[in-house]
């Protein structure tokens, strides 16, 4: 009796053991469940705020964005509205030397215009003949406010080369006066007179009328 009252106490007290181990570990298998679950509500609610952290970064992002592209916008303009002024204030300073350029242009016209009027001779080179010893001399003269500043022999096929070369001295004395009531050359009357001839025809065609 006694030998079967204590396989009943220990088998009592395994049971007992048997008993509170498994209690203990179902406390624990609870707790660690219940941990798990926490964990995973952390994660999601850190990976929540992760994504609402990268939306926030994204937004500011593009705002920063928008922004420098309206001050570049802006800069642009307002470098397109300063190019557009300074082209309308370069195009007016051209058009006012333009009209400046004509006033002065016609102001000199006129000038040279009432000068000319002004003047006995018409400013250029005049051909005129004159008969010389063997026929017609031709000559080129040049005015320039009446002032005669060349003279040319430009052709006397009938005139001896000797007597024309010492008639062409006059040509130097017409232009010393300014006037062709000079005297001829001596030994060479006919040609230097047909020279002087020449050169009063030229006048006349040079005269202003």
């Given at each position: 009796m006694k030998y079967q009252s204590f396989i009943m106490r220990v088998l009592c007290l395994i049971l007992i053991v048997g008993v509170v181990l498994g209690y203990n570990s179902m406390q624990k298998k609870d707790s660690d469940t219940e941990k798990d679950q926490q964990i995973a509500s952390l994660t999601t609610r850190v990976e929540a705020l992760e994504k609402q952290q990268d939306e926030i970064l994204s937004a500011i992002e593009e705002a920063a964005k928008?922004?420098?592209?309206?001050?570049?916008?802006?800069?642009e303009e307002a470098k397109n509205k300063k190019d557009s002024a300074a082209k309308e204030e370069a195009d007016a300073a051209d058009k006012a030397a333009e009209n400046q350029a004509d006033a002065d242009s016609e102001a000199d016209s006129s000038d040279e215009a009432e000068k000319s009027e002004d003047l006995a001779y018409k400013n250029g080179t005049y051909t005129g003949e004159g008969q010389?010893?063997?026929?017609?001399?031709?000559?080129?003269?040049?005015?320039?406010?009446?002032?005669i500043t060349d003279i040319q022999v430009v052709s006397a096929p009938g005139e001896d080369s000797a007597y024309l070369s010492q008639g062409q001295g006059v040509i130097s004395t017409i232009l010393a006066a300014q006037s062709t009531d000079v005297d001829t050359i001596s030994g060479a009357t006919f040609s230097s007179t047909g020279i002087i001839n020449a050169v009063n025809d030229a006048l006349g065609k040079a005269e202003n009328q």
């Open positions: 928008a922004q420098e592209e309206a001050k570049k916008k802006a800069e010389g010893f063997g026929g017609n001399i031709q000559v080129q003269v040049t005015l320039e406010n009446d002032t």
